[in-house]
């Protein structure tokens, strides 16, 4: 039942549960880290859609999904650019649109590294990528699996329009979006991108741009192969053939130059250029004179200092952010209209009504179900400590000075609980936890709610969790998980924490009964 699963259902209670321990059933390891943490909205996608966890998929499902692999359905531009055939499918079962990544079948022998590698990329999880959401190891095959991004790639936009070219206050929006990205893996510690370029960008449903989480696997198990052309290729690769994150910065730097002339414009040449003072022979002639002197000065200074020759003397990312943060110009126009396109509609499937509890619920049930995290606060204020009893037994010699602090903590959280001073409510009730000769599952419940009221449902589960496993059949330690669960979409889960909260009160009260 619940979340810990029935060996904790008989027996004594614990003394004290490891830092961290958790128990085994519904544990959220579907969330990622930045939905765990307070940027999930930022951090985690497009705004209005979720990106699914990572998983592995059949070759039959991706077979299906790109109808078998079919020519026409091939997105990748350019063979020369992307020798490892990149399709657009459907999945099934989801409806969502997939870009499938297919590798040759001597690029990576070792199915096990493969599936390592795309497990280590698809724990990014940023609005600034195209997010990589699964692979595929069957036989021969080595897949990957992307969101698809329905609007091209820069190099389309910029070498191939059709109808008009990239505004500058766009260019600057794409170098900004790009730069941000890059700072992301490189904070995540995966600062390694292979062959970044202009195909490597791309846009999504808005027309805002993002980073291929597919250079973020090299092409091969050695990685010895860069698929641009040389001219464009970092020196100190053809030097040692090893991509390093200033490597990273120079093809970065390549880009600026793209977004600046409009066309591919070698490095060495560009840098002429720049070193003779022509930064009018640079810019794109099809701007026709649109963009700001001193903006186009500052994104060629920041180019040149991307590709110079010493890796070291490159800027990181953070400079990169930092320079072209202050650039955004026409922040509030959206990308789409900027770019002079549509906004695409994502087919999506029909909303599933919420499941509904199926037993009737008490006071505290209700709150749970509204979400009313203030009511929920006074039903456990009025509770106080009461469905504590039995859980602790202490001799006389426990009585220490440290127990008597310990106590001392938990009066100051719990006058800060009632005060609504949920912060210093965590702080105080933390240090009860943490000294661990008492366990208080009311205290592990008080600290569930903070963590809500201070948005912070990840940290709110866990805390419901260990009220359980204090506490195997204590209904608020359920409810408290189903508001949690709720706060991080997994309505599902939280349906059934009510219905097992309200199974055990009705329990309860048939037990209570003369």
Same mark, same amino acid.
């Given at each position: 039942m619940g979340c810990c699963g029935s060996s904790l259902r008989a027996g004594t209670h614990p003394a004290k549960k490891p830092p961290g321990a958790l128990p085994p059933r519904r544990p959220p390891a579907t969330l990622n880290h930045h939905q765990a943490t307070g940027s999930s909205?930022? &951090?985690?996608?497009?705004? *209005?859609?979720?990106?699914? @966890?990572?998983? $592995?998929f059949s070759l039959a499902e991706l077979r299906a999904a790109t109808g078998g692999f079919a020519a026409e359905n091939i997105v990748s531009e350019s *063979? $020369?650019?992307?020798?490892?055939?990149?399709?657009? =499918? %459907?999945? $099934? #079962?989801? %409806? &969502? #649109?997939?870009?499938v990544k297919k590798f040759t079948k001597v690029a990576w022998p070792d199915a096990k590294q493969f599936a390592e590698e795309a497990k280590g990329a =698809?724990?990014? %999880?940023?609005? +600034?990528?195209?997010?990589?959401? *699964?692979?595929?190891?069957? =036989?021969d095959e080595r897949l990957l699996v992307a969101e698809f991004m329905p609007n091209d790639t820069l190099a389309k936009h910029l070498f191939h329009w059709e109808n008009q070219t990239i505004e500058w206050a766009m260019r600057l929006r794409v170098a900004y979006y790009i730069a941000e990205a890059l700072e992301y893996c490189s904070t995540e510690g995966r600062p390694l991108y292979h062959d970044l370029n202009a195909y490597r960008v791309l846009f999504d449903e808005n027309g805002d741009p993002r980073l291929s989480c597919f250079g973020l696997m090299k092409n091969s198990r050695d990685g010895k192969s860069y698929s641009t052309n040389l001219a464009y290729t970092p020196p100190e690769y053809l030097r040692n053939g090893r991509v390093t994150s200033e490597s990273v910065i120079y093809s970065f730097g390549t880009i600026l130059l793209d977004l600046l002339s409009g066309k +591919?414009? @070698?490095?060495? %040449?560009a840098l002429e250029m720049i070193k003779g003072n022509n930064i009018q022979v640079l810019m794109d002639s099809h701007l026709e004179g649109n963009y700001s002197t001193e903006e186009a000065t500052t994104l060629v200074d920041l180019a040149s200092q991307c590709l110079q020759y010493e890796p070291r003397d490159r800027p990181n990312t953070k400079k990169l952010v930092s320079v072209l943060g202050p650039l955004q110009i026409k922040s509030e126009v959206p990308s789409y209209v900027m770019l002079g396109i549509p906004k695409h509609e994502e087919e999506e499937e029909p909303p599933t009504p919420a499941p509904q509890p199926q037993h009737p619920l008490s006071a505290m049930g209700e709150a749970c179900s509204r979400m009313d995290l203030t009511a929920i606060h006074q039903i456990l204020?009025?509770?106080?400590? &009461?469905?504590d009893e039995g859980t602790n037994e202490l001799s006389f010699q426990e009585w220490t000075q440290q127990m008597r602090d310990m106590l001392e903590a938990r009066k100051r959280g719990d006058f800060a609980f009632r005060d609504k001073d949920f912060k210093a409510a965590i702080d105080c009730y933390t240090q009860f936890v943490d000294v661990g000769t008492m366990v208080s599952p009311t205290v592990y419940a008080r600290r569930s709610l903070c963590h809500l009221m201070c948005d912070q449902p990840d940290a709110a589960l866990r805390d419901a969790m260990q009220a359980q496993c204090v506490y195997p059949d204590w209904p608020t330690a359920f409810y408290m998980q189903a508001v949690a669960l709720s706060k991080l979409n997994m309505q599902s889960d939280a349906v059934d924490m009510l219905n097992e909260a309200s199974q055990l009160e009705e329990k309860r009260q048939k037990n209570s009964k003369p």
């Amino acid at each position: 039942m619940g979340c810990c699963g029935s060996s904790l259902r008989a027996g004594t209670h614990p003394a004290k549960k490891p830092p961290g321990a958790l128990p085994p059933r519904r544990p959220p390891a579907t969330l990622n880290h930045h939905q765990a943490t307070g940027s999930s909205a930022a &951090r985690a996608g497009t705004a *209005g859609r979720q990106v699914p @966890p990572m998983k $592995e998929f059949s070759l039959a499902e991706l077979r299906a999904a790109t109808g078998g692999f079919a020519a026409e359905n091939i997105v990748s531009e350019s *063979g $020369e650019k992307a020798p490892n055939f990149v399709y657009k =499918g %459907r999945l $099934e #079962a989801t %409806r &969502r #649109a997939i870009a499938v990544k297919k590798f040759t079948k001597v690029a990576w022998p070792d199915a096990k590294q493969f599936a390592e590698e795309a497990k280590g990329a =698809g724990k990014l %999880r940023h609005c +600034r990528m195209a997010n990589l959401i *699964g692979y595929c190891c069957d =036989g021969d095959e080595r897949l990957l699996v992307a969101e698809f991004m329905p609007n091209d790639t820069l190099a389309k936009h910029l070498f191939h329009w059709e109808n008009q070219t990239i505004e500058w206050a766009m260019r600057l929006r794409v170098a900004y979006y790009i730069a941000e990205a890059l700072e992301y893996c490189s904070t995540e510690g995966r600062p390694l991108y292979h062959d970044l370029n202009a195909y490597r960008v791309l846009f999504d449903e808005n027309g805002d741009p993002r980073l291929s989480c597919f250079g973020l696997m090299k092409n091969s198990r050695d990685g010895k192969s860069y698929s641009t052309n040389l001219a464009y290729t970092p020196p100190e690769y053809l030097r040692n053939g090893r991509v390093t994150s200033e490597s990273v910065i120079y093809s970065f730097g390549t880009i600026l130059l793209d977004l600046l002339s409009g066309k +591919r414009i @070698p490095p060495s %040449r560009a840098l002429e250029m720049i070193k003779g003072n022509n930064i009018q022979v640079l810019m794109d002639s099809h701007l026709e004179g649109n963009y700001s002197t001193e903006e186009a000065t500052t994104l060629v200074d920041l180019a040149s200092q991307c590709l110079q020759y010493e890796p070291r003397d490159r800027p990181n990312t953070k400079k990169l952010v930092s320079v072209l943060g202050p650039l955004q110009i026409k922040s509030e126009v959206p990308s789409y209209v900027m770019l002079g396109i549509p906004k695409h509609e994502e087919e999506e499937e029909p909303p599933t009504p919420a499941p509904q509890p199926q037993h009737p619920l008490s006071a505290m049930g209700e709150a749970c179900s509204r979400m009313d995290l203030t009511a929920i606060h006074q039903i456990l204020v009025n509770t106080h400590y &009461r469905d504590d009893e039995g859980t602790n037994e202490l001799s006389f010699q426990e009585w220490t000075q440290q127990m008597r602090d310990m106590l001392e903590a938990r009066k100051r959280g719990d006058f800060a609980f009632r005060d609504k001073d949920f912060k210093a409510a965590i702080d105080c009730y933390t240090q009860f936890v943490d000294v661990g000769t008492m366990v208080s599952p009311t205290v592990y419940a008080r600290r569930s709610l903070c963590h809500l009221m201070c948005d912070q449902p990840d940290a709110a589960l866990r805390d419901a969790m260990q009220a359980q496993c204090v506490y195997p059949d204590w209904p608020t330690a359920f409810y408290m998980q189903a508001v949690a669960l709720s706060k991080l979409n997994m309505q599902s889960d939280a349906v059934d924490m009510l219905n097992e909260a309200s199974q055990l009160e009705e329990k309860r009260q048939k037990n209570s009964k003369p």
